[in-house]
């Protein structure tokens, strides 16, 4: 199958429908100074040919309001859809910009996403951890007992996916906690088992990478990185570990 049209494919069968979610806005701290509820509606058009994206937005304070995205045509999407998962954001770090991004995974009916903003001065300004239910809001509840640490000796399987939607085969790969993939570069673990890991700032024409980690629960752990060259954005990486024992 054409590659942009496999990852058009990839976004109906996992990400379509109402996702009820609470949307959780932390300081650059990791202190939560924001929390509203958000219905995510992606419908696709009965000959499959467009996507309709509205989100429907519930505050704190009673007010509500909808905002509407796209119609996203098939099959064009600036998002990158790899398997479960999924990434999209800026593209190169540009002077007097900010930067930002958000990369998500689905698991049975539950989706959660995490998106991290940089300034224009390249510092890390703020995070949005959105946890998601398809159809109903209290369908499962996550386990935030849960720490990395039970991931040792966990295996893994990783794979890629390029700007143009070209997708690597699977490879086996070796478990690293989030703060030992680079140095001086700053872990936030946040709720429903998700956490991040970027450079405290981030600089023009230089290499790294984002890494996001969803412990799903005992057995699973999702992590999804995207590189970044002097060029600007490389690849997303799919890395999902398990445990066998």
Known sequence: MN????NWQ?????????????????????????SFQCIRSFQVKEDGSQIK????????????????????????????FLDNSFSWGSQQVELEKSFGFETGFRYENRRVSLALIYNEHKKIERMTVISEYLDNLSEIQADNSLTQAICEGWTGT??????????????????????????NYLTWHLNDGLSVTGPRQLE???TFFLATDWLINSSILQRGIRFFAPSGFTH????????NS
Request: with cysteine; net charge negative; proline share 6%.
């Open 53 to 80: 994206h509205q989100n429907h937005y519930t505050y704190n304070d009673g007010k509500k309001e909808t905002k509407t995205f796209g119609p996203y045509n098939k099959p064009i999407m600036s998002c990158l």
């Open 158 to 183: 990783a794979k890629s996916m390029t700007p143009d939607y070209v997708v690597s085969s699977s490879v086996p790969t070796s478990w690293k906690g989030l703060e030992d993939l680079a140095e």
């Open 236 to 243: 997303f990486t799919l890395e999902v570990f398990t445990n």
């Open 10 to 34: 990839n976004f109906c069968e996992y990400h379509v429908g109402n996702w009820h979610g609470t949307w959780n806005k932390y300081s650059s701290s990791g202190k939560i100074i924001e």
């Open 204 to 206: 023009p024409e230089k």
């Open 3 to 6: 590659p942009q049209l496999q």
